[in-house]
C-alpha cells in the first residue's frame, strides 16, 4: 500500500482518464474490474452516486452495490462525460492509446492495463503499486480519520467485518499502540483505586 503522498504523486502524473480513474478508485475504494465494467448508466448524478459491480462471490455472479459519490469525483466524472473524445459508447473508461499495439483495442472497454501502473509509478518516481493496493489506501485514510470498522466495511463492501479487521491491521497500529502506552506512562504520580472484586460463578440446576 502507498503512503498518501506517493499516490497525489502519481495522480498529478496523470492526465485526462488515467487520472479520473485513480480518482474513482481512491474515492469508491473499488477494485480494479469495478472500475473497469463501469458504464455511464452505472453514474447516477441526480442522486450523487455510483453502482459498482463486482464478481467476488463464491458462484461467480454479479452483485450491485450503490455507492455515494464524492462531490469532487462528481466533478471530475461530468467533465470526462463533456470532455471524452469517443461518444455513443456504454463503458466510462476506454482505450485510448491509438499505436500500432493497442489499434485493435481501441475504443473498447480494458480488460487489463498490466503495464499502466508501472509506467505512471515510474514517472511520478515512487515506489510502484497497484490498482488494488488505492482500495486499502482508502480503508487506511478512513480508518485514520477516525470512522469506525463498520463505516469501512460499508463503503468496502464486504460481507464479513473480519475482512475489513484484516485491511486496516497492518497500517501503522504499532505506532498507534506506542503512542497509547506513552499517555498512560505520563499517568505517574496519580493514584488508581482497584476495588477488590469476587467472581460469582452461575451453578446450573441440576437434573433431579
Known sequence: MPPEEDFWKVYDTAEGQDRLMLLACLHLAARKGEIFRLTWSDVDFGNN?????????????????????TSE??????????????????N???CLDDTEFCREYYGK??????????????????????FHAIRHLTATTLYKL????????????H?????????LKNIGLEKRARGAL????????????FKPYIQKLA????PE
Do not use: H
Open 109 to 130: 472497454p480494458f480488460l487489463k492495463r498490466l503495464q499502466f501502473m508501472r509506467r505512471i509509478c515510474d514517472r511520478a518516481e515512487v515506489k510502484r503499486f497497484g
Open 146 to 157: 477516525g470512522y469506525e470498522v463498520a463505516v469501512i466495511q460499508t463503503i468496502l463492501r
Open 73 to 90: 469525483l462528481r466533478k471530475a466524472l461530468l467533465w470526462w462525460w463533456e470532455n471524452r473524445p469517443i461518444k455513443g459508447k456504454t
Open 203 to 206: 451453578v446450573p440446576d441440576l
Open 159 to 167: 460481507k464479513s467485518p473480519s475482512t475489513t479487521e484484516r485491511y
Open 182 to 193: 506513552e499517555e498512560l506512562s505520563g499517568r505517574r504520580g496519580q493514584v488508581l483505586e
Open 92 to 94: 466510462v473508461f476506454l
Open 49 to 69: 452516486s455510483v453502482q459498482l459491480t463486482t464478481r467476488k462471490r463464491k458462484d461467480g455472479s454479479l452483485e450491485y452495490n450503490w455507492i455515494p459519490m
